[in-house]
């Protein structure tokens, strides 16, 4: 137990849990989103031009298909002091979507490694450095979530902010979140009481410290405000990985008021856009090389992690919509989503042969790849290829979607199955049972997450969300 609970102060999760923004439509030649040219000086009225090409909202699953739209005379010039500098989208982004089942399953393999025994390390081996940098799941969440909420919210509540729009906003943020959260934060606090009350080790979590099961812990993980004053992130949350949860939420509620200062930008020349995003996301990497407390065990480091990642993400959508989105740009996107997996692979791999008396220890190496995200993502909007592709298929597009799901069940199942581990001696860990016992366990956490998706999660966002 030990073991585990010093395992569990490098954890990460998710979440976001974000929404899914639109699909981007596939024509080599058709720009992300329609510019038009300025109107001449001797006519107020924008001349005829050819017809524009804008994203069409689509059936998730199914191919992008364009919409055509003639420019008229009511057309604003785009960089007109009211004038968004790009349109508003809906829909998803395929790719996008399924990077977020790819980012929690890294999240539940990192976890599904606390497990007693050496079963998972052996299956794994090849690939150890790889499970052990899943922290970094949490903050390509991160970045991601603000780059797909600035994209469906930028011209809303950007250009003309106001009470009704900030409301609906935070109200489909809470139909989205919260009724999967609360239904796992109670089930699972539930059994956390159960175990204080019938256990005889007073160890309620694999946590240390352990969480407070009092009416005010339960009130405080109920309106997802656990995290806001603590330095760490163990101990908080009933559910370890719902601390991002509180993280993410603490960033929807800042989302107004950052959405103003992004849409005041928005025109700024693109190197700067690009270079701004690369710096917001990059505090976490310099608290790792300047303090002996950086990374998850660092004071307020969980601070560091979601409001540079949320604001990268939110000007990586800046530089991303005003491309236009040629074959060129598609074979240089390609080449950067494949350069950067690359680096993020290399810095885990570097991560995993610090010794320990290392001047930056294992776990603060990781934070090295958090400031290439935002290429990462902004590459693969514009991307096409065989990455594209790969993450665009329909079995990891329905992943995607119960990816919030998944962040949130595993970690449950998972202390469930140690415990079990603990008191069934036929499931004593390196056993022929506990070994048939991991792989179900990984694959329960899709299926529950399946169905948590189906019945909880996807009917409570229809119902409370704004129309």
Known sequence: MGTLTALTTRTGRRTDPDVASAGITRLPTTPLVAVLAPPSRASSVAPPSSPTVLPLPRTRG??????????T???????????????????????????????????????????????????????????????????????????????AYLERLGRRPTARGTWSFLRARIARVWP????????????????????????????????????????????????????????????????????????????????????????????????????????????????????????????????????????????????ERTPRVERCAQRIVLGVLAETALVAYWAASAPASAAIPAADRLWFAVPMFPLLLGALCLSGGGVVRFLSHPRLQHGGRISYAVYLVHFPLIEITVVAMTRFPALAPNSSLAALAVPHVLVASVLVAHYAYRWIEEPARRRFAPR
Do not use: K
């Not at 992008?64 to 420019?71: E, I, L, S």
């Not at 008021?257 to 190197?271: A, E, K, Q, S």
């Open 180 to 323: 999967l959260y609360a239904a796992v934060t109670v089930v699972f606090g539930l059994w956390c009481a159960a175990r204080l009350a019938f256990g005889h080790d007073g160890v309620v979590t694999w946590q240390s410290p352990q969480p407070d099961l009092g009416p005010m812990g339960w009130l405080r993980q109920l309106t997802m405000t656990q995290l806001w004053d603590s330095r760490g992130i163990e101990g908080i949350s009933f559910v370890l990985p719902a601390w991002s949860v509180s993280a993410e939420w603490l960033a929807y509620l800042c989302f107004p008021l950052l959405v103003l200062g992004v849409w005041r930008i928005r025109n700024w020349p693109l190197p700067v856009l690009g270079a701004l995003a690369v710096v917001a996301s990059s505090p976490i990497a310099l608290a790792a090389v300047l303090s002996s407390e950086s990374g998850e065990t660092g004071a307020y480091a969980w601070a560091l992690r979601i409001g540079g990642g949320f604001t990268a993400g939110m000007l990586t959508w800046l530089v991303v919509a005003r491309i």
């Open 62 to 71: 199914t191919a992008p298909t364009p919409a055509v739209r003639t420019a």
């Open 73 to 151: 005379a009511s057309t604003v010039a785009p960089h007109a002091p009211d004038a968004p500098a790009v349109a508003p989208a809906r829909g998803d982004i395929p790719q996008l979507t399924g990077l977020r089942f790819v980012a929690a399953v890294w999240v539940l393999l990192l976890h599904a490694s606390f497990v007693p025994g050496d079963v998972f390390a052996r299956w794994t081996a090849p690939i150890a450095p790889l499970v052990a940098a899943g922290p970094l799941g949490v903050d390509l969440f991160f970045v991601l979530s603000g780059l797909v909420l600035t994209r």
